[in-house]
């Protein structure tokens, strides 16, 4: 819609703002819409709320969302700001789609320049009870989950949800979590969840349950979300056979762990997973402090980076860099980090060429797992020849080379003066080509043909075809 001059009638310019609000939806390529637009001056004089049942409108009383709309000097930034606005609404849980109009407004305006308009938002609210089945992909495992939610339970956002999953790898899980919207903008969330789960370990030959608590509080700012998490979990080690190693039967019993974790994240990539390939840059920064001051039978500081890179090369070509380090350190001396704490290496989502857990020390066949670890891989991404299914289910497919290296240490001494060369050495590296799917843009299944290079005793190389079900990819 293209509109010359200024609007005349308080109908042109409601005419104008609302095929203004639909034009900024639509548009997707950031087009300065400005020559397009009214010069008429305007403002926001009321922002209704219509089609609320069970939420309450004095949930949204002060709110700092309103902010860009009630600022709205011009016709552009009203529908700027309403298009934000309605984003914003549909992110906050309650509602499942807004219509926003614009108005006459009763109000007579300061200066006879100046139109006043009421904005009115016709929202649809999501139902009370939602159910859904869902499949997930973890290491090299399929699970299904099976969750039950209660939504706006309360009137004010609140979400009760019960969760029940169950994998390939027989590891099942209980959970019930608790949600709310905080701070004046709905950007904070909160989210307090009781858990309960069995995690065997196959590669280390060992069970785990574990039940207790999670409260976690996260916040997104632009491409950044930082994350404060608090777990209090009892642990329940088991080892069911006795060819597991000494080692890791020290850590058999009954524990309780007390652990606090910050998470900075870091994404360029819009509404890509993991395992997608769109470009972009992905970041993710964990610091995780257990035991001391929290208290429990564990006592560690843990911190771990991953960064990955994603840069088209051409229309039908990519490349991606991925680097990956971690480090745990133990605050008892008397007690190193329990085996379920340390880091494990090699697999299809990690350095390929590799069993799950294949990569570093291992006691009769049972991966022990390392405090110190890096991975770094490069792959190159093409579409399939001839491309077969194009514009449709034939896009998920890709074929790719990739070279993998990494290096797993079971103790590490940072404070000797040749620690970066000592990182280097006995690196395994790892050579290979194969098929991608992306799989629902969500998980990555890999069939590849891989060609370990360096390998060392302790280790349990695959070469040959490796099949890999992955959320997060090398």
Not at 66 to 82: I, K, M
Not at 200 to 229: F, M, Q
Not at 248 to 257: A, F
């Amino acid at each position: 819609m293209s509109v010359e001059g200024c609007a005349a009638t308080d109908e042109d310019l409601r005419q104008l703002v609302n095929a203004s609000i639909d034009r900024i939806s639509q548009n997707t390529d950031g087009e300065n819409l400005g020559d397009t637009l009214s010069c008429q001056n305007i403002r926001v004089a009321k922002v209704h709320l219509d089609g609320l049942r069970r939420t309450k409108k004095t949930h949204f009383n002060g709110r700092s969302m309103f902010n860009d709309v009630l600022r709205a000097r011009n016709v552009q930034d009203l529908a700027e700001g309403s298009v934000t606005l309605r984003e914003k609404l549909k992110s906050v849980g309650v509602f499942k789609d807004v219509a926003i109009t614009v108005d006459a407004s009763d109000r007579q305006p300061l200066f006879p320049d100046v139109k006043c308009v009421d904005l009115v938002l016709d929202c649809k609210e999501s139902n009370m009870l939602k159910a859904s089945i869902n499949m997930m992909a973890g290491s090299n495992e399929l699970s299904g989950q099976t969750v039950l939610k209660l939504a706006n339970v309360l009137g004010r956002g609140e979400g009760i949800s019960f969760g029940y999953s169950r994998s390939t790898a027989n590891i099942g899980s209980y959970s019930l979590d608790l949600t709310k919207l905080l701070s004046h903008d709905f950007n904070t969330n909160l989210k307090v969840a009781l858990i309960k789960a069995y995690e065997p370990s196959y590669i280390s030959n060992y069970d785990l349950r574990n039940c207790g608590i999670i409260a976690e509080v996260s916040r997104p700012h632009n491409k950044w979300c930082s994350t404060l998490r608090y777990g209090g979990m009892w642990r329940n080690f088991h080892c069911p056979s006795w060819e597991t190693p000494f080692d890791i039967r020290m850590d058999s019993g009954h524990s309780l762990i007390s652990s606090l974790m910050y998470t900075l994240a870091y994404s360029s990539r819009v509404g890509a997973g993991s395992t997608s390939i769109a470009p972009g840059l992905n970041m993710q920064n964990k610091v995780e402090l257990a035991g001391n001051v929290l208290g429990g039978d564990h006592n560690f500081l843990r911190l771990e980076t991953k960064l990955k890179k994603i840069v088209n090369l051409t229309s039908w070509a990519k490349v991606s860099l991925s680097l990956n380090a971690g480090h745990v350190m133990s605050l008892n001396d008397d007690k190193p980090p329990s085996i379920v704490d340390r880091f494990f290496l090699g697999g299809p989502g990690s350095v390929r060429g590799f069993m799950m857990g294949g990569l570093g020390p291992h006691r009769n066949n049972c991966a022990f797992g390392g405090a110190t670890y890096w991975s770094s891989g490069l792959s190159i991404f093409t579409r399939l020849p001839f491309r077969p299914g194009k514009g449709s289910f034939g896009d998920q497919f890709w074929l790719h080379a990739f070279a993998n290296t990494g290096n797993l240490f079971e103790k590490f001494d940072f404070s000797e003066p040749d620690f970066v060369n000592r990182l280097g050495i006995g690196s395994r590296y790892t050579i290979g080509a194969g098929i991608h799917w992306r799989f629902l843009n969500y998980a990555s299944i890999e069939l590849n043909y891989c060609i370990p290079m360096s390998t060392q005793p302790s280790d349990r190389a695959q070469p040959g075809v490796q099949l890999g079900v992955s959320l997060d990819v090398l």
